[in-house]
């Protein structure tokens, strides 16, 4: 993707604050707001700004368990593979799922109250999943860094 230095920092603008209007992002970049905003509008229609989003605090909300979990299927064939996406997809205590390189097939993080409602998640949905062979979890204890931005730096 070839993007300007005004691309980028625009984008990194909106990482900030989403709600930022096109006449404070013009301002800052120095622009003037009628091509600031085709610039915020050429951006969306490429993809590359694929939605604006409010974040929530999870703690605030009672939600303060992330769990890691390292998943291994017993089968990896392109039907057990797609079954076993489209499950996870669909439960909202799993907000990111990989697969991965190495001993296990897919990495899942997963936010949920407490201990016993991971373990209750755990029990009644992850592990009664056919494809499900092994999972290895780990708890988060502290949280040193948290972002949803991406290193937009490294693109100028």
């Not at 499900?132 to 780990?138: A, E, G, L, M, Q």
Request: hydrophobic letters at 40%; a neutral charge; charged letters at 25%.
């Amino acid at each position: 993707m070839n993007l300007s230095a005004i691309d980028i920092r625009i984008l990194a603008l909106l990482q900030q604050n989403a709600s930022l209007t096109a006449a404070e992002i013009s301002e800052q970049v120095n622009l003037s707001v009628s091509p600031c905003w085709r610039r915020i509008n050429r951006l969306e229609k490429e993809g590359i700004i694929e939605k604006k989003v409010v974040l929530l605090n999870a703690e605030k909300l009672d939600m303060g368990l992330v769990v890691f979990a390292r998943i291994s299927l017993s089968q990896n064939d392109e039907a057990s593979l797609h079954s076993f996406e489209e499950r996870v997809r669909r439960y909202p205590e799993v907000v990111e799922c990989y697969t991965v390189t190495g001993t296990a097939d897919y990495f899942l993080k997963i936010i949920t109250r407490d201990i016993k409602h991971y373990d209750r998640f755990l029990r009644r949905h992850l592990i009664q999943l056919p494809q499900v062979r092994d999972v290895n979890s780990n708890v988060a204890v502290t949280l040193i860094k948290y972002t949803t931005e991406l290193p937009l730096e490294t693109q100028l």
